[in-house]
């Protein structure tokens, strides 16, 4: 059985809470709790880790998740062997504590996050190795950074705002996530996704907003739609930078990514004053349809399809005609395709170009070609319905690029954002360019 194979068994949308940073304290003795998960997962009592859980995390994590991604580690590394050194790092009101693990036949590093009553609330294994170094032409003297709290929907949330180190107003870019509970780097794997267009941009004089998703924080909890996931806390991040002293107020952009993409044109209209619209790798299809033909992909990965693959194909195509189908009577709790029909409902009929066109600001797609989550289906559509947008639209393809705009070779799987890898520079770049023409 190949690594890849394994891999691509991975639970990848474990939902992880990253640390803001890759630097950890210096090592201590590993906290009795990270010991206590690494002694069940031992024994192969998932029940007893699941248990360690918070209320929350219980319902993001289910008990198969943790057992699966510790089997695919058992199966790549052989038998799990002893534990190393610990590391401690504060996590706002959490603390994460990064743990080497020693198997037969390499090393894995495990992130757990502890809140104050010592439950787990993030739990991450990985491939052994450190996060590549920030970009080196990024001077730490010449950017500076503050935390920003605003209220939305009687919620509050925190970001970071990135800034040129001189004085005067700058434009802005706040930027919003992809689908799922994320940080405010937009953390997937091991690339801090907008921690680094955050960093570069800021070196061309562009400030940079970027806030933890309100169900990374709070769970998904209330979230019934993609307006509440989604579109009314990025609308409140836009109204509360406004009021920041650094920040010119005709001068605000937004770059969204992925979903966030598609839903940028419902977050732009409830704002009413953006100057542009950044859209990466954004997502225009139904979203079942793009969940299809990721599934479909990743499946054919190792050159063959199993029988098992063939089924949940087969079982997710009925699940899509159900969701094509639901209507106004349809119950809103019910789940299809692992959303509430709320979900499904709140985007029925949306035309995410349509929209955007209506804004009647300059627009810019970047998509990277290795990309399997969002496709050239999906940018073939932008691209041929911008053509004649009158206020401008700017498409660019990078080549060797994959859904986080990270550079490779082969083609992109889910194993790949286990590796370290920074965004590569070249769209940070352009759109950086874009912006300043734009203003």
Known sequence: MTKRYIMKRVVFYLILVFSLSPVFLSAKAVHPKVEKVVYELEKNNFSKVHSLFSKNFKKRVKEESVKELWSTFIQMYGDFESIGKSYKKPNGKYFDYLTILKFKEGLASMRITLNQEEEVVGFQLDQAGERKPEYEFIDSKSIFEKEITFNSKGTDLSGTLTLPKKTGKFPLVVFVHDLGPLNRNSTIGRCDFFKDFAHRMAEYGIACFRYDKRNFIYGQGQINNFDEEIVDDAVAALQQMESVSEIDKNKIFVAAHGVGGMFAARIGQNYGKLKGLVLLAPAVRPLYDV????IRYIAN???????????????????????????????????????PNSYWLNMQNYDAVGEAKKLNVPIMVAWGDRDYKTTDVDFNIWDFNLKDYKAGATLKKYPYLN???????????????????NVFVTPIDDISYWIIRNM
Request: hydrophobic letters at 35%.
């Open 291 to 294: 969940a299809y033909s990721q």
């Open 301 to 339: 990965l190792d050159g063959k399809m199993s029988d098992a693959e063939q089924a949940r194909l087969l079982q997710m195509k009925k699940s899509m005609k159900i969701v094509a189908n639901l209507n106004e009577e349809s119950n809103p709790k019910e789940r299809v395709l692992l959303f």
């Open 403 to 421: 859904h986080l705009f990270v550079r490779g070779r082969m083609p992109s799987s889910p194993a790949e954002y286990c590796s370290s890898g």
